[in-house]
């Protein structure tokens, strides 16, 4: 099992910055992608950005140029530097690991952006 808390939402202006992270526990060593995804209101959760043991990250063209995802060394913390947020950014937030023929999800945390 692996178990994810995310941290780091909050409220910001458009055109503002949030570092999201994301404390993976357990089984890390088992996991083979990290991933951010979000979900707004009445929409359907959607993928943000993803890293891989071997460094390939993959993003969202909505994200692309202004979102960042990252990991530590030892893949215990996973985070989302987010630059130039705009309104459309405002959803929760969830962490993702992938392991063989298994995921789990954080509890996920609020980005609120304002015009």
């Known amino acids: 099992q692996v178990q994810l808390v995310e941290s780091g939402g909050g409220l910001v202006q458009a055109g503002g910055s949030l570092r999201l992270s994301c404390a993976a526990s357990?089984?890390?060593?088992?996991?083979?992608?990290m991933g951010w995804y979000r979900q707004a209101p009445g929409k359907q959760r959607e993928l943000v950005a993803t890293?891989?043991?071997?460094?390939?990250?993959n993003y969202a063209d909505s994200v692309k140029g202004r979102f960042t995802i990252s990991i530590d060394n030892a893949w215990s913390t996973v985070y989302l530097q987010m630059n130039s947020l705009k309104p459309l950014d405002t959803a929760v937030y969830y962490c993702?690991?992938?392991?063989?023929?298994?995921?789990?999800w954080g509890q996920g945390t609020q980005v609120t952006v304002s015009s």
């Open positions: 993702r690991s992938e392991l063989y023929l298994l995921h789990y």
């Open positions: 357990g089984s890390i060593i088992s996991i083979n992608r």
């Open positions: 890293i891989n043991r071997g460094g390939t990250t």
